[in-house]
Nanobody
C-alpha cells in the first residue's frame, strides 16, 4: 500500500525558514512526479511546487517562486520543500502528492494519484 508522510511543519516567525519532508513507501515513487499543495483556512487547495521523477525539472506557483525550493532524493524515497522568507500568507496545511502525469502540467489537487495527510505550517507576523 502506498504511503506519503509529511513532516517538518511548525510555527515560525515571518522571514524565517522551514524544510518540509515527504517520506514515501509502498510504491516506486521515483517514477512519479511529486508535488506540494497547500490549503489555507477557508480556502481551496493551492498548487505550490512540482518536480519531475528525475529531479531535473521543477515548477512553482508565482506566489512562492524565488522563496521555495522543491527537491527529491530517490535513494531515500523522500521529497523536500525548502521554504525561506516565509510570510503570514504562507500559513496553511501542506500536502505532498504524487501523480504519473507530466510534472507541472497537472495542478489540480484532486487529479493526483496519491496524497499525504498534510503538515501544518503557521507563520506569525
Amino acid at each position: 500500500q502506498a504511503h506519503l508522510l509529511e513532516s517538518g511543519g511548525g510555527l515560525v516567525q515571518a522571514g524565517g525558514s522551514l524544510r518540509l519532508s515527504c517520506a514515501t513507501s509502498g510504491r516506486t515513487f521515483s517514477l512519479y512526479a511529486m508535488n506540494w499543495f497547500r490549503q489555507a483556512p477557508g480556502k481551496e487547495h493551492e498548487f505550490v511546487a512540482a518536480i519531475s521523477w528525475s529531479g531535473s525539472s521543477t515548477y512553482y506557483a508565482d506566489s512562492v517562486k524565488g522563496r521555495f525550493t522543491i527537491s527529491r532524493d530517490n535513494a531515500k524515497d523522500t521529497v523536500y520543500l525548502q521554504m525561506n522568507s516565509l510570510k503570514p500568507e504562507d500559513t496553511a496545511v501542506y500536502y505532498c502528492t504524487a501523480h504519473r502525469g507530466v510534472p507541472g502540467n497537472v495542478r489540480n489537487y484532486y487529479a493526483m494519484d496519491y496524497w499525504g495527510k498534510g503538515t501544518l505550517v503557521t507563520v506569525s507576523s
